[in-house]
């Protein structure tokens, strides 16, 4: 199990390599379902002109009628830019807006920096609060215990009730659910969407996407699998489109030799996906998502580490000081509790900057 979750690492890290995820300051859904991420160009009572970045990294800009989409959520990058750091209230109150948004990872994100940041800016004002908002973004996690043992080192009255606080009592999942879970997100990595959407369609997966409580449910992820295929074969037809030039016969016009563009089969692989049956596009939008959950999946199979012998017990003060286990242990600070620096809290330019 760990030597699977160490190659899908590996294969993470390649994909994120490859295909950069944008930033969406907005999420759209089209009259086809589409979901669309982007930056706004310009916008009027009608119309709404985003800069869309494709999977090769380039960009363009699309441009959609109001009436014909719905807004899934959009971030403020007006509201970020006047944040300022004598002001660590605004950043805690657009973080509490942006928690809301459980199904915009990007949202998600974006609220566990700026809690960050204002438990940075007034430690004594909002620490406390911000760490055990943070804790309740993903409260089945790991970083959850670690933001609730860091709200812990924040809190003048050590209340260590707040290391108890543990996320709402997981359900039970049957013994093969977590199989075809994982067989259903793998699929979709692998492009095969027609199996990863008949696996996520099991009652018994449905237990296991509630058990997780992340930024993905049952209902999203099959959406997922219908913004992953290709909207012209629908997948199931892609080895079936009917030749054009001898309109399925096989042969030429004279019926002697058989036909240069389907070679007699009478039949070609779907000319917008060349027979893979995906929106690539589709996929790509969704796959970082999906990776983390088959990532969280393998985590909650993995077996707990052997608990360490507590290094204060039964010894002196000096003696604990000079023990390697605690030696080895890394100081809990907010500069470290999580991927950002709360130190650049000035967001300039599309980036978070130190003022």
Not at 28 to 37: H, P
Not at 164 to 180: E, L, R
Not at 331 to 340: A, D, I, P, R
Request: charged residues 25%; hydrophobic residues 40%; proline residues 5%.
């Amino acid at each position: 199990m760990r030597r699977r979750r160490i190659m899908l690492l590996g294969w993470v890290c390649v994909w994120l390599f490859i295909v950069q995820t944008p930033a969406w300051s907005i999420l759209i859904e089209t009259a086809q379902k589409k979901r669309v991420g982007g930056f706004v160009e310009s916008e009027d009572a009608k119309t709404l002109v985003l800069r869309v970045r494709s999977a090769d990294g380039k960009t363009a800009t699309q441009s959609f009628k109001k009436a014909n989409i719905k807004v899934i959520h959009r971030i403020d990058t007006k509201r970020l830019e006047q944040l300022k750091r004598d002001d660590p209230a605004g950043y805690r109150g657009y973080a509490e807006e942006l928690a809301e948004q459980k199904a915009d990872p990007e949202a998600t994100e974006l609220a566990l920096r700026l809690f960050l940041i204002a438990a940075y800016l007034d430690t004594p004002k909002y620490g406390r609060r911000c760490l055990l908002s943070m804790s309740e973004l993903d409260p089945s996690s790991a970083d959850a215990r670690k933001y609730r043992a860091m709200a812990l080192l924040l809190d003048p009255t050590r209340d260590e009730s707040l290391l108890k606080k543990d996320a709402a009592p997981t359900q039970k999942v049957p013994a093969g659910a977590w199989q075809a879970f994982e067989l259903a997100l793998r699929a979709y990595r692998n492009g095969d969407v027609q199996s990863a959407r008949n696996q996520a369609q099991q009652a018994a997966v449905a237990t296991c996407f509630r058990a997780m409580q992340g930024p993905l449910d049952q209902a999203g992820f099959i959406h997922a699998c219908d913004d992953a295929t290709c909207a012209r074969c629908k997948y199931n037809a892609r080895f079936t489109q009917r030749c054009p030039t001898c309109q399925g016969s096989g042969g030429a016009a004279n019926g002697v030799q058989p036909c240069a563009t389907c070679q007699g089969r009478g039949a070609v692989k779907c000319p917008v996906c060349n027979g893979a049956g995906i929106d690539r596009k589709g996929l790509d939008q969704h796959l970082e998502v999906v990776l983390r959950c088959e990532l969280w999946a393998i985590d909650r199979q993995l077996p707990d580490a052997p608990a360490v012998a507590d290094p204060l017990a039964g010894g002196t003060w000096s003696s604990a000081v000079s023990n390697p286990q605690l030696a080895r242990a890394p100081l809990l600070t907010l500069e470290n509790v999580t991927e950002y620096d709360p130190r650049k809290c000035v967001f300039r330019n599309g980036a978070w900057v130190a003022p």
